[in-house]
């Protein structure tokens, strides 16, 4: 299923479920054999549409218009069957009349042999011709589907039987429409559902962990409770769409078992779905449900159901005497039909038997890898490198003595701090990779400014290994391309980190992580003004002596201790600053 070593990047519930209406483009082939849309919600009983043909008769090589007509409509699948086994392939094709609204499919490999819609929009009538086959059958129907709207449609509307001039009269009747299954019952709660029992007799999952669903709207819970050979499932959250659960072999999305509690204005709509490949959920039947009941109160939906722990036969079903990752994700709703995930989903962080032993656990909304990528280039290109560019900048005379292998101290804390950004960035960067095993085509222009960043920041040491003696003229060049890379460096990297905390990757909070970004850039440009307004006035008091630094002239002046006192004390204050926004961050990211 989806989502990153804790892969949730991936639960992507946005639903544009494989089904004639939710295709506007009307490209509906896997739909062709049973014509029925899976939006999970059951058609309509009384047609309201009608089909209608220009000839009662027909010779092979015949073209017969067949025209759709009725309420206006958006979708429509429309073939012809062998009237004596409507659940047979199509037969003949069909040749457009208007292909402005209307296209040819390929059915059971059949060109031509379907039509279908190829917008959304509404419509009120479709005509298009059907060419006889040379082996046709004596007696053909016209069977088309309709979707009025992505909850309400009607599957195999039948259109009167056409024949061959010489065949006997058709009497059999039969069934255009498979039957039906009773619906499943569905009663209403009185009540909230009751964490209380939460690790004695129910297996549950809340987030935040240990919210009361009893007491708080925003809680989402989940719980299993084991009957015998069944599962007693309760669910509930904010409801103003919907919300789901699901069970994985992995943290990536694929090949799952789905549920889904969908808000559909006065009444809840549960619905098992299912994923085949990294795909949009499809709708399956209900039938498997028993007990179905919800409730929708002061902003909260509640749905609950039971379901046997094996469903021998029934396919895309789990049987939930296994450890699986479960997935929880909630998002918006419009008509019964579901949209992206508002938020990334919830996801344990390891494989859980839901049958097994009670348990009351949480989960993580992000990846592990992707924490460690956001923590490490905070840590790099908030803290590290701010701090040695201050110290090269200000602190040359303050730390002139020298210090390790006869370098001065403020070139070797300098030279320190900016290693340790590149080596952080170097390992930070390759995590999304082994996160995503590639790259991300949905990440914006994150990754893109994440490369740049990266090869500035291993091009930066490589250069400075490269550094011409103090006195060469080639030193000025040097200064200046030294300068120019590292501050592209900083510029695009605070630009990768505004983009890359509104990833769903991190789900940092909105919108105090832009705020909180925003004061931290203030805060460092703010110290670099401060230091340069001082090294202004300063210089206004000694002499120029080169061109690489200030020196003052009385080297133990009182001018030239509260000068360097008062760096050392702005440089204190701006690494508290910068330590403070520091763990704001990184706390954020720790606690989603």
Known sequence: MAAPGFTPGAFVFLLC?????????????????????EHGHRPQADPVHHITVSQVTFRPGDQVEVTLSGPPFKGFL???????DLSGVPVGSFTLIDSQVSQLLTCEDIQGSAVSHTSSSKKTEIKVYW???SSAPNHIQFLVTVVEKYKIYWVKIPSQIISQPDALPFTTLKATVSPLSTPTPVSLLTKPFSASDCGNKKFCIRSPLSCDPEKEQACVFLSFTKHDHSVMVEMSGPGEGYLSFAFSHDRWMGNDDAYLCI???????????HFSGRSHPVMDSPDPLEAVAWRLVDGVMQCSFRRNISLPGVKNRFDLNTSYYIFLADGSANDGQIYKHSQQPLITYEKHNVTDYPKNIGGSRSSLLLKVHGALMLVAWMTTVSIGVLIARFFRSVWSKAFFLGEAAWFQVHRLLMLTTSVLTCIAF???FIYRGGWSWHAGYHPYLGCIVTALAVLQPLLAAFRPPLHDPRRQMFNWTHWSVGTAARIIAVAAMFLGMDLPGLNLPHPWKTYAMIGFVTWHIGTEIVLEIHAYRLSRKVEILDDDRIQILQSLTVAEAE???????????????NVTFLIIFLSAINHV
Do not use: D, W
């Open 78 to 84: 429309l073939e012809a069957r062998n009237a004596e």
């Open 131 to 133: 060419n006889a086959p």
């Open 430 to 432: 390759i995590m999304p």
């Open 563 to 577: 000068g360097h006192a008062f760096k050392k004390m702005v440089l204190a204050i701006y690494v508290c600053g």
């Open 263 to 273: 808000n559909e204005g006065q009444t809840v709509h549960v619905q098992p779905a």
């Open 17 to 37: 479920i494989n089904s004639v209406a939710n295709y506007p483009s009307g490209k509906v082939t896997q739909s062709c054999h049973g014509m029925i849309p």
